[in-house]
């Protein structure tokens, strides 16, 4: 199928994008890889009058070392390829994880880091990695900035708290406090594919080696991706062990809100969240203080 007919836009700056966003307000789109955008315009399910192409902004692309709210991290421009965010993602071991299990390398090549966030799949990789880590994302829009942590960013299916008249600009994720392990765990029908349930997973130890921090999110078990949060509170001051994963393990998987397709029943998809939790909260375990 081809799309409907709409107006391109291919501004080389943000204000000009801004500008253009303005312009068609709920009938403009932007149009960053592709990757999912193209497929839902050939299908017609977005037939938006005007597509505002962002990948003349070179701005957008950039991966650099900054803090937030005094912790350190990477930020990448919103229009970095996430070929390129994974030759960056050493220093954030769960980035590093996931990004392979993003489709393939072809779709990694035109694919981009805010896109991804953008489209807010709740079976999506880099969402769940930027939830886990309470991320930040920058928005722009011709009244100002606006930044939004990732706990808040995910309204529903497919819709993030980014408002038509705005632009993601810029994706910021924490590098781990010492004594850090994470682990990126994840159920596909076949690699490349979108999860039938992935989990994540970032443990932090207090110097006794007791659980001082435990971050723990599902995706593909929820409209949104979701952190499984009485999991991680049940971990809180343990020492790290079956008894406690298994507990944890399991109230992950009470919390998820599945529902069933084609691919899996919402009862497997529990079970999946289940032995998923469990294993990546071992593995994060036992990389701890191991070197990414
Ligand atoms: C065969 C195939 C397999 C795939 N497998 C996976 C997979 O396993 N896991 C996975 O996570 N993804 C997968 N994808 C999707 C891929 O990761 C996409 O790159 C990603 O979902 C969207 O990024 P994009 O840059 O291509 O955005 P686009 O497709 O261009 O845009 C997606 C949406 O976000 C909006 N948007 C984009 N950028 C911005 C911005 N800066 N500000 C505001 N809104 C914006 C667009 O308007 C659009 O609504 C797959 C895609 C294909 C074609």
Not at 29 to 52: C, D, E, T
Not at 158 to 177: G, S, Y
Request: glycine share 8%; aromatic share 6%.
């Amino acid at each position: 199928m081809k799309p409907a007919p709409f107006v391109y836009r291919d501004p080389a700056t943000v204000a000009e994008a801004l500008e253009a966003l303005a312009e068609y307000g709920d009938e403009g789109k932007i149009l960053a890889g592709g990757q999912s955008l193209v497929p839902l315009l050939n299908m017609r399910l977005a037939q938006p009058q005007a597509l505002i192409d962002l990948n003349r902004i070179a701005d957008l692309q950039y991966v650099e070392e900054r803090s937030h709210n005094g912790a350190a991290g990477l930020a990448f421009g919103a229009m970095t390829r996430q070929t390129a965010v994974e030759e960056h993602a050493e220093p954030i071991p769960l980035l590093h994880e996931a990004i392979s299990w993003v489709g393939h390398p072809q779709i990694r090549n035109r694919g981009t880091i805010g896109g991804s966030i953008a489209h807010a799949d709740p079976a999506a990789e880099l969402p769940l990695v930027f939830l886990t880590l309470n991320g930040a994302a920058t928005m722009q829009s011709r009244s100002g900035e606006r930044v939004v942590p990732a706990e808040e960013f995910f309204l529903f299916t497919c819709t993030p708290d980014v408002e038509p008249d705005e632009i993601v600009t810029d994706v910021w994720l924490p590098l781990p406090l010492p004594r850090t392990g994470q682990a990126f765990l994840e159920v596909a029908r076949r690699h490349g594919d979108f999860a039938l349930v992935a989990a994540a997973v970032s443990l932090t130890l207090d110097p006794n080696g007791m659980i001082a921090d435990a971050r723990i999110a599902l995706g593909g078990t929820a409209p949104t991706p979701m952190r499984a949060v009485r999991a991680e509170a049940s971990l809180k001051g343990l020492a790290p062990g079956e008894d406690a994963f298994d507990e944890a393990a399991h109230q992950a998987a009470d919390a998820t809100e599945p529902t069933g397709d084609i691919h899996a029943d919402a009862e497997y998809r529990r079970d999946v969240a289940a032995a998923l939790v469990h294993r990546a909260l071992q593995t994060a375990h036992e990389r701890v203080g191991v070197a990414a």
